[in-house]
């Protein structure tokens, strides 16, 4: 079995995402192949980098992401550090050939990505961007059956991604409510909506969008008596055009109250229709508008497709029929990137798409900025 040593760059709460899946897909994944594992920890400080490292029983910490990226024992890289601090990593570990997995978005800023889009023309390595919401087996479902043509020509459509968090004014300024950090929810929750759009649906044609801070001031994280400006959106909402001339709105929100997790999107066609609910990442719902509508409604109507963790294999764990959770979305993208490097080409959304998102977003608040559509 060949295995891979993962060097960490960051390890917050979706460092121990991923660490979570290079742990357990030896579990999920019946296949004796390759597997991987983490070898060394970076973080900002070296004490937290030890207790990251204790705890996945990685051979070693550090607070220098170079004794990651430019470590010869080390064949993966896993960025998972907040969004301003990519970039220097990235360069590194493109520059060292290192195979790369990189959270989302792939910079704080557009110039940050096209010089990253520049540096990958020399790259040999295998990458992939975590955009795990493309690895359900809703989404993954729903990718066949457009591919398939059973929606015939898009109509229109809606895909959102919200969360409540930040509704509360008492939420204090963390690094991604600001700008200065790459935050705000256009690059946060943004990323991911437009990114599972663009994959179900194809390029977009043109966009027009609108963002809302809720609110001026937001207790300091360091000290919640101090007020401090915010400076990143807490929404956006954007019409898209896609080039057969079909609309349809993308949104993303930290501020939609009693919101938990809550990813869907609506696709309507001349054929059938789909529908992801949010929290019930167990099915997805098709409409066929071929069905039988007599007697008396006939056969027509939705149909819900019990898509549960029907994976295919070499996965089996725990089983096909069991209901299916936001943490096996990104076991699957990670087990995909894995599969990629062991094979030497990236099956799933590599970091040119990182590249393409980084513009689009870019695009959506340049056209809330100016008021403007934008054409792409």
């Given at each position: 079995m060949k295995v891979y040593n993962v060097g960490m760059v960051g390890f917050g709460f979706i460092g121990k995402v991923h660490a979570y899946g290079h742990l357990n897909i030896p579990l999920f994944y019946d296949q004796k192949e390759f597997k991987s594992r983490i070898t060394g920890v970076c973080t900002s400080r070296t004490e937290t980098a030890e207790k990251g490292a204790a705890q996945v029983g990685a051979e070693y910490a550090t607070a220098d992401y170079r004794e990651i990226t430019e470590n010869p024992e080390i064949d993966i890289v896993d960025i998972c550090t907040p969004n301003h601090l990519h970039f220097d990593a990235l360069m590194s570990a493109i520059k060292h050939n290192k195979h790369i997995y990189c959270d989302k978005p792939l910079t704080a800023t557009l110039g940050e990505a096209l010089k990253i889009r520049e540096a990958l023309k020399d790259y040999k390595g295998v990458s992939q961007m975590t955009l795990q919401n493309r690895f359900f087996p809703v989404t993954l479902r729903a990718k066949q059956m457009i591919g398939e043509g059973l929606l015939g020509e898009i109509l229109e459509f809606r895909g959102f991604y919200l969360h409540s968090g930040s509704a509360d004014p008492k939420a204090p300024l963390k690094w991604k409510l600001s700008a200065d950090a790459g935050g705000g929810v256009v690059a946060d929750l943004g990323s991911h909506i437009l990114d599972l759009m663009n994959h179900l649906l194809g390029d977009f044609a043109a966009l027009s969008a609108v963002t809302h801070i809720a609110y001026p001031e937001r207790p300091s994280a360091d000290d919640p008596a101090r007020p401090v400006k915010v400076d990143a959106e807490d929404n956006m909402i954007a019409t898209v055009r896609l080039p057969n001339g079909a609309c349809g709105v993308i949104s993303a929100s930290k501020i939609a109250t009693g919101a938990e997790d809550e990813i869907g999107f609506e696709i309507y066609g001349s054929r059938g229709a789909l529908?992801?609910?949010?929290?019930?990442?167990?099915?997805?719902?098709?409409?066929?508008?071929?069905?039988?509508?007599?007697?008396i409604g006939g056969v027509r109507g939705w149909t819900a497709i019990d898509c549960g963790q029907r994976y295919d294999k070499p996965a089996g764990f725990p089983t096909p029929k069991a209901p299916m959770g936001w943490l096996r979305g990104h076991m699957h993208c990670l087990y995909t990137f894995l599969d990629s490097v062991h094979?030497?080409?990236?099956?799933?959304?590599?970091?040119?798409?990182?590249v393409r998102i980084q513009i689009l977003l870019e695009k959506v608040k340049e056209s809330a900025e100016s008021g403007k559509w934008i054409q792409l």
């Amino acid at each position: 079995m060949k295995v891979y040593n993962v060097g960490m760059v960051g390890f917050g709460f979706i460092g121990k995402v991923h660490a979570y899946g290079h742990l357990n897909i030896p579990l999920f994944y019946d296949q004796k192949e390759f597997k991987s594992r983490i070898t060394g920890v970076c973080t900002s400080r070296t004490e937290t980098a030890e207790k990251g490292a204790a705890q996945v029983g990685a051979e070693y910490a550090t607070a220098d992401y170079r004794e990651i990226t430019e470590n010869p024992e080390i064949d993966i890289v896993d960025i998972c550090t907040p969004n301003h601090l990519h970039f220097d990593a990235l360069m590194s570990a493109i520059k060292h050939n290192k195979h790369i997995y990189c959270d989302k978005p792939l910079t704080a800023t557009l110039g940050e990505a096209l010089k990253i889009r520049e540096a990958l023309k020399d790259y040999k390595g295998v990458s992939q961007m975590t955009l795990q919401n493309r690895f359900f087996p809703v989404t993954l479902r729903a990718k066949q059956m457009i591919g398939e043509g059973l929606l015939g020509e898009i109509l229109e459509f809606r895909g959102f991604y919200l969360h409540s968090g930040s509704a509360d004014p008492k939420a204090p300024l963390k690094w991604k409510l600001s700008a200065d950090a790459g935050g705000g929810v256009v690059a946060d929750l943004g990323s991911h909506i437009l990114d599972l759009m663009n994959h179900l649906l194809g390029d977009f044609a043109a966009l027009s969008a609108v963002t809302h801070i809720a609110y001026p001031e937001r207790p300091s994280a360091d000290d919640p008596a101090r007020p401090v400006k915010v400076d990143a959106e807490d929404n956006m909402i954007a019409t898209v055009r896609l080039p057969n001339g079909a609309c349809g709105v993308i949104s993303a929100s930290k501020i939609a109250t009693g919101a938990e997790d809550e990813i869907g999107f609506e696709i309507y066609g001349s054929r059938g229709a789909l529908k992801m609910v949010p929290m019930d990442l167990h099915r997805l719902y098709y409409y066929d508008a071929a069905a039988k509508s007599s007697p008396i409604g006939g056969v027509r109507g939705w149909t819900a497709i019990d898509c549960g963790q029907r994976y295919d294999k070499p996965a089996g764990f725990p089983t096909p029929k069991a209901p299916m959770g936001w943490l096996r979305g990104h076991m699957h993208c990670l087990y995909t990137f894995l599969d990629s490097v062991h094979k030497g080409k990236a099956q799933g959304p590599a970091l040119d798409q990182g590249v393409r998102i980084q513009i689009l977003l870019e695009k959506v608040k340049e056209s809330a900025e100016s008021g403007k559509w934008i054409q792409l």
